[in-house]
């Protein structure tokens, strides 16, 4: 199947996310940070994955002294802490395949509460490479059936470089290379269309279907990894209904 639960799960998620704010503010200081520091530049325009950051802060209204403090931090104009991007790898029942991306000033700490997550809800944590292979990383954009009919949002994706365009329901998933996620995002903004999520993501190759005790079990161990402080995304390939998502 496709990421139709993908999209279901950013629905959850943003629903979250919106009782914690402080939490995702958190951790989009840490993407600034380290995307500052990593880009060789405090500069958006040279510095693609910094822009984006730094667009989704003011999409969250937040203030542009603490998004001008964070990227000062990562190009050290400012002392601050020094964060690692370390993924680990794990399973969820039924063998679903998780992957976490962490950013950690201790890994020691992070590798710990990690694993006590994945024993504790259900799952149990694997070797490194144990199932980064079962993912691909793409730009992934959602668009609202109402925001464009399909031949013509197509068309302006495609046309900007997508690779791919899939009807879920009552939104159109776009997916694109890396490289090509920025200008694709950009033409579809400027066809006047707020996408609905867009990210670099990492895109089960394949789903695994999960219901009842399975479901409930999954969903607690996802919402304990990206409730850590030191989580910045998960990302898994499971096929949960919406309904079972509450």
Known sequence: MSGHSKWHTIKHKKGA??????????????????AARTGGSGDVDSNARLRKAVNDAKGLNM??????RAIKRGTGQLEGVAYDEITYEGYGPNGVAVLVETMTDNRNRTVA?????FSKNGGNMGES?????MFDKKGYIVVDKAAK????????????GADDMQDEGDVFEIFT???????????????????QA???SMVPQNYIKLEGGDAKTMMKLYDALD????????????????????
């Open 17 to 34: 996310l919106d009782a914690k704010r402080g939490k995702i503010f958190t951790k989009l200081i840490k993407e600034i940070t380290v």
């Open 63 to 68: 203030p542009n002294d603490t998004i001008d």
């Open 149 to 160: 009919s399909e031949d013509e949002l197509f068309e302006i994706a495609i046309e900007a």
């Open 177 to 195: 290379a890396p490289e090509n996620f920025e200008p694709v995002h950009e033409a579809i903004k400027a066809a006047g269309i707020e996408p």
């Open 198 to 200: 867009a990210e670099i």
């Open 129 to 133: 490479g144990s199932v980064a292979w």
């Open 113 to 117: 509460e990690i694993r006590h997550i």
């Open 227 to 246: 409730d850590n402080d030191d989580v910045q995304k998960v990302y898994a390939n499971f096929d949960i209904d919406e309904s079972e998502m509450e």
